[in-house]
């Protein structure tokens, strides 16, 4: 019920991913492939979805084209295979669709049923997008010139609040504070409003439209030539056409409303756009033999091309280069905490099995700061002032941790902000029974009085351990017995 991040609690989503990928461990044994199933079956499940509407709106021939364009779509492709929420979004949003289009004015209680769970589903998944299927009905009612089915609605959103509702409740009458801090103020306010950075300086259009066009350049192409056909079939209102533009136009208008830009929010039109581009167009007037031949052809050329952004990633990923480094320290079984300064580990190190550790950013414009203040007045995110005084600050930090409900003091400190390099280095020189994991720029200021209290281990050119002297276990190497590293 209360999801736990490095000793607090992580409210930014509902946690029905993180259950399913529990419960899948709790199955299958610990492993990647047992993170990711839960994922990888609602990917399955969707695509299942999508080619039994289409078939039975279209035809066969057309179904199959669909499911091949979303199998072939590099995001669709690689989201299935990670422990991400955007494919389980996707899948509840397509049921929802799809239980209408079966049941267009909505009058049978199986498709106001279907529908609630669908939006129930994705509010667990992700937040308020769940409800993304509320607006496509809507537009679809309006494009239609049908009177708005307000009784059939009106259960569609009781039964969906119904089922999402136990969750909000319990953490409203437990965690109120930290509800309101992580669900609402950090993941609407923050990062949909006014976001503390921004992976581009790009506009929120172009930042999609580019990436759409250069991971799938064909979608594109065929959806581009299908849309008047689609637009023409609608101005016919036949219903079928007129909600999957309704569930395009929602789709592509949401990421821009959401002022954090990402790549994976692209992912909710790819699913219509399949379905435009092998329903309306060139592509129905292509006979089976021209379509399996043009298939294959585009198969073998995006697994070829593998590491072109349009290209389908089977090629074996690379692991990040701080893995094997920091596995290897976590076999020294060191009781002394580790520093982890500017990561370069993607946060790999929390799911080691280390004494403690923390992660200090150099950040002079606060950035870090700003990302969630509350993290700040809890003491979860200090500044290398406060970390070097902690003890002064810690009886602060663990009341307010205990007024928001969390009897521990674990979190304090976990993320450290420094101004500056120097400021990093005065860290070091004043916690020598702290180990380090450090970037070059941080060793060159480092005097010759800490070579003194910590051992110097060079793993890479751009990345050193620093590990305090007086540890009470001895250092030992690899356990094949290799040496990737040198001592100072």
Not at 337 to 343: A, D, K, M, R, T
Request: with cysteine; proline share 7%.
């Amino acid at each position: 019920m209360n999801p736990l991040l490095i000793g607090r609690y992580f409210m930014q989503k509902p946690p029905l991913l993180i259950w399913l990928a529990g419960a899948s461990m709790k199955i299958f044994g610990i492993s990647a492939f047992a993170l990711r199933l839960p994922v990888l079956l609602a990917a399955c499940a969707a695509t299942t979805i999508l080619f039994a509407w289409w078939q039975s709106e279209k035809s066969f021939w057309p179904a199959c084209v669909a499911v091949f364009l979303l199998l072939s779509n590099p995001l669709w492709h690689t989201l299935a295979r990670l422990c991400y929420t955007d494919i389980l979004l996707q899948a509840g949003v397509l049921a929802a669709v799809v239980a209408v289009a079966r049941d267009p004015k909505l009058e049978r209680k199986r498709t106001v049923a279907l529908a609630g769970a669908a939006i129930a589903f994705g509010i667990m998944v992700k937040n308020v997008a769940g409800v993304l299927p509320l607006p496509i009905l809507v537009i679809f009612y309006f494009l239609n010139g049908w009177r708005l089915p307000w009784a059939a609605l009106l259960k569609i959103c009781v039964l969906a609040l119904l089922l999402a509702a136990p969750w909000h409740i319990y953490q409203i009458i437990q965690h109120p504070r930290w509800l309101f801090a992580d669900y609402v103020q950090v993941q609407l306010f923050e990062f949909g409003r006014n976001p503390p950075s921004q992976s581009s300086s790009e506009g929120a259009a172009w930042f999609y439209l580019k990436r759409l066009a250069l991971t799938d350049p064909i979608l594109c192409l065929l959806s581009t030539l299908a849309l008047p056909f689609l637009l023409r079939s609608v101005r016919e209102k036949k219903a079928n056409s007129v909600l999957l533009l309704s569930w395009l136009v929602v789709m592509a208008i949401a990421p821009l409303l959401f002022k954090y830009r990402n790549l994976p929010y692209v992912l909710g039109v790819i699913p219509p756009l399949c379905l435009l581009a092998t329903g309306f167009g060139p592509l129905t007037s292509w006979n089976k033999k021209m379509i399996a031949a043009a298939a294959v052809a585009l198969f073998c050329c995006k697994a070829g091309f593998s590491r072109q952004p349009w290209g389908l990633p089977y090629h074996e990923i690379a692991p990040i280069p701080a893995e094997r480094s920091l596995e290897w320290y976590a076999g020294l079984r060191r009781s002394n905490e580790l520093i982890v300064v500017n990561s370069d580990d993607e946060f790999y190190s929390m799911a080691l099995p280390l004494a403690k550790v923390r992660y200090c950013f150099i950040d002079a414009a606060g950035v870090t700061l700003r990302y969630a203040p509350h993290y700040a007045f809890l003491g979860i995110t200090v500044t290398a002032s406060q970390f070097e005084q902690l003890e002064r600050w810690r009886p602060q930090f663990r009341r307010r941790l205990h007024e928001w409900g969390l009897d521990a003091t674990d979190p304090i400190a976990t993320s450290i902000i420094a101004a500056s390099a120097p400021e990093v280095i005065q860290l070091i020189e004043s916690h020598p029974s702290s180990d380090f994991y450090i970037p070059a720029n941080v060793l060159a200021g480092i005097g010759s009085g800490t070579v003194t209290t910590h051992r110097v281990l060079a793993i890479s050119s751009d990345r050193f351990f620093l590990l305090a002297a007086g540890a009470s276990t001895p250092l030992r190497g690899p356990s094949d017995g290799s040496q990737p590293y040198w001592a100072w």
